[in-house]
C-alpha cells in the first residue's frame, strides 16, 4: 500500500509554513491520541503517520529533501542522519508539542511554580437591595491557609533551605519514552514542587503555610445583580513552598425587597389604589430605591393593572456612567371591606342610579357572554 502525501495527512499544502504545520499537527495528535482512543487501531495507525508526517516536514533538511524525491527520499537509508537509520523520530516530534496539547491531561503546565500555586476560595455575601442600588464597602472573615510567619512561606527550618530535586532537576516533571511518544508525569519524589525540604519548619510541618482567619474588605460596585462575582486577587489559599497564593472570589446574593421586585436595570413596584381616587382621580406618592418619593398623577378611571413609568428611577447599569433603569408602577384597584350601613346605602344607591356607561369593560363583556349563550341556545 503506497504511502499518503505528507501534506494530505496533515491537511496542508505544499509550501505551508512551519507553523500552520504545527498547528494542523497539534489538532491532529489531540483527535487521535492513543489515550483518547483506547483500542482504536485505527486511529493509532493514523497517529504514527501524521507523527512521520510532521517529523519529515518540520525539519528543513528532511523537507527540502521529501520535497525533491518524495518518499523515494528516505528509501534504502537516504534523508537519514549519517545515512542510515531510521530518518524518523516519532518521540521528539510529539514531546515538540506535547507541552502544550496535553499538558491539562498531565495535571497542568510544566514547573514547579505554577504547581505551587495556593487554591483559589468561595465565599458567597449576601447584600440587600439599597446595598446593590448604592453600593457599599463589606468587611468579611475568611478562614483560610496563609504564609507561615517561621519559614516565611518556604516550609524549610529556619537557617536552612529546600534543595532541588535530584530526581526531576527543579522541574517538577519527569519523562519517560514509551514506543514513539513521551510520557510526561508529575516528579513521584517532589510531587511536582521541583525542591525537596530535608528540614521542615515545625510551625508549619513544611508545608509553608498555617490556617488562619483574615479580615479582608470587599468594594461593592452600585448596580451588581445576583450572582455578581468580584475577585480578590492574591487573596485565596498560600502556595506550597512559597509559591504565589490563590485568589478569592466573592459571589453576591441579592435579598429579596418587602417593596421592589428587580428584572435586569427596572424596578416593580405595586401601589394599592382606593376606587374613589381611581375612580376620580388624583395622585399618590411612591417610594424611590435611594429613600425618596416621586409622585404619580392618577387620570380619572384608571383601571387596575395599570402601569406608569418613572425614567430613570430603577437600578444604576454597573459601570454605565450613571445610566440607569426605569421604575414600574402598577396600580390596583383595593376594593373596600368592612363597610358601615351607611356607606353600603350609598354603593347600593349609586348602583341603582342607572350606571350605564360607567364601566364598559364590564358592560363589553357580559355583551359578549350574553351572545355567547344566545348562539349556544340556537344550535341546540
Sequence with gaps: MSKRCYYDVLGCNKGAPVSELKSAYRKLAMELHPDRNPGDHTSEAKFKEINEAYDV???????????????AAFENGHGSAGGGGNPFDFAGSFADVFEDIFGEMMGGGGGGKR???????????????????KGSKAEIKVPTAVACDSCRGSGAEAGTSAETCPTCAGHGKVRASQGFFTIERTCPQCQGRGKIIKKPCKSCGGVGHVQKER???????????????????????????????????????????PIFQRDGHDLYCRVPLSFVTAALGGAVDVPTLDGGKATVKIPEGTQGGRQFRLRGKGMPVLRGNGLAGDLFVEIFVETPIKLSKAQKELLRQFNDSGAQGC????EGFFAKVKAFWDGAATKH
Excluded: W
Excluded at 516536514?57 to 518518499?71: E, I, T
Design 215 to 257: 479580615t479582608l474588605n470587599v468594594d461593592i460596585p452600585a448596580g451588581v445583580e445576583e450572582g455578581t462575582r468580584i475577585r480578590l486577587t492574591g487573596e485565596g489559599q498560600a502556595g506550597m513552598g512559597g509559591g504565589p497564593n490563590g485568589d478569592l472570589y466573592v459571589f453576591l446574593s441579592v435579598s429579596q425587597h
Design 57 to 71: 516536514l518540520k525539519d528543513d533538511n528532511k523537507r527540502a529533501a521529501y520535497d525533491r524525491f518524495g518518499h
Design 115 to 133: 504547581q505551587n500555586r495556593g487554591g483559589d476560595l468561595r465565599y458567597n455575601l449576601q447584600i440587600s437591595l439599597e446595598e446593590a442600588f
Design 359 to 362: 364601566q364598559p369593560e364590564c
